[in-house]
């Protein structure tokens, strides 16, 4: 072999190599979800139906929940991950809505289950959360879940809040994508039963249980104890979230999530009512006070927030120095 032919060689391998490098380079999903996997990482960030509420320190206006643009909109800001709703249609497409009927968030009227995906992307979306408090009707259309998870790919990560007993199909969408490692879903778990993350379909994805007085489901045992089971699946959870809690059982609870190196997830969705420790305050509350009542909330021990105000609560992260890291290469 020649010098110009040794040359040639060492640049089509350097070439190879670098196209391989470029084909196996971690995607900005796949650096949340490593830093999801580690508590220690920084505050992780969710977005309750997307990134739907103005953000006006980054230039970003409404969105219709659960849409496209709710999507594009948290990629833009940072946040770690959307969480989204899933229902299924009258043939049997599962569609992204919160709502078992289309009045609230879309110009139609009706109970979904009543209209095919045809009929459903006639329709437009309502700004923000629809009903009367946000009537404007906008260019956004009802979205699939494979349009979602084709959206989100390598972008973000996703949690599905399942909302009928469609588990199965959900699961088998998210394996088609290839996005199994990118997902989170989770179910009320009230104990006195095998763990949740070792059934069919959880034991596929990250999961999570959910602990707490949710929806007047009784607990047969305290909410650490009942998570300590959880934990202790083949599967284990990625976390632990919880709704409703007194602070007696939070900081039980506190204490078991932080022996299993694990995530605790706290919701401050005051718009929605839906708190995690009874005393602690949720988005409202952190608006009002500059951003401290979430920083007290991650003082005592939270790690993951879910809110509807995911530009505010990064603002007042990037004033207080607090440690969040949104994936960015």
């Known amino acids: 072999m020649n010098l110009k032919h040794s040359y040639m060689l060492l640049a089509l391998l350097a070439g190879l190599a670098a196209s391989a490098a470029a084909c196996h380079a971690a995607t900005r999903a796949d650096l949340i979800r490593k830093k999801f996997d580690n508590p220690a990482a920084g505050v992780f960030v969710v977005a309750h139906r997307g990134c739907h509420n103005a953000s006006p320190a980054q230039g970003l206006g409404e969105a219709p929940e659960n849409s496209r643009l709710a999507l594009e909109q948290c990629v833009l800001l940072g946040v770690d991950m959307m969480e989204l709703d899933v229902r299924r249609a009258a043939d049997g497409a599962l569609v992204v809505m919160h709502d078992d009927t ?16 045809a009929q459903l992307k006639t329709l437009r979306l309502k700004q923000n959360l629809g009903a009367a408090m946000s009537p404007i009707l906008t260019a956004e259309t009802v979205q699939t879940l494979e349009e979602m998870l084709a959206l989100a790919k390598g972008r973000i990560m996703l949690n599905l809040d399942i909302k009928e007993a469609i588990y199965p199909a959900v699961i088998a969408a998210v394996k088609a994508q290839g996005m199994e490692r990118h997902v989170l879903v989770k179910s009320v778990v009230t104990g006195g039963a095998p763990p949740a993350a070792d059934q069919p379909g959880f034991d596929t994805v990250p999961y999570m249980p959910i602990v707490g007085n949710w929806a007047g489901a009784p607990l047969v045992a305290s909410p650490a104890e009942i998570s300590r089971s959880e934990l202790a699946a083949r599967h284990k959870p990625a976390g632990v979230e919880m709704v409703y809690l007194s602070s007696d ?15 605790l997830w706290a919701n401050t969705l005051t718009s929605v009512g839906v708190i995690s420790v009874i005393g602690m305050g949720g988005d409202l509350d952190g608006l009002r006070t500059q951003g401290q009542a979430w920083g007290a909330l991650l003082a005592s021990g939270v790690d993951t927030i879910q809110t509807d105000e995911p530009g505010p609560l990064l603002d007042y992260l990037e004033r207080a120095r607090i440690p969040h890291w949104a994936g960015q290469q």
């Open 102 to 117: 289309i009045d609230r968030t879309t110009n139609g009227s009706g109970r979904l289950d009543q209209f095919t995906l």
């Open 249 to 263: 059982d939070y900081a039980q609870l506190r204490k078991t999530t932080a022996a299993a190196k694990v995530r």
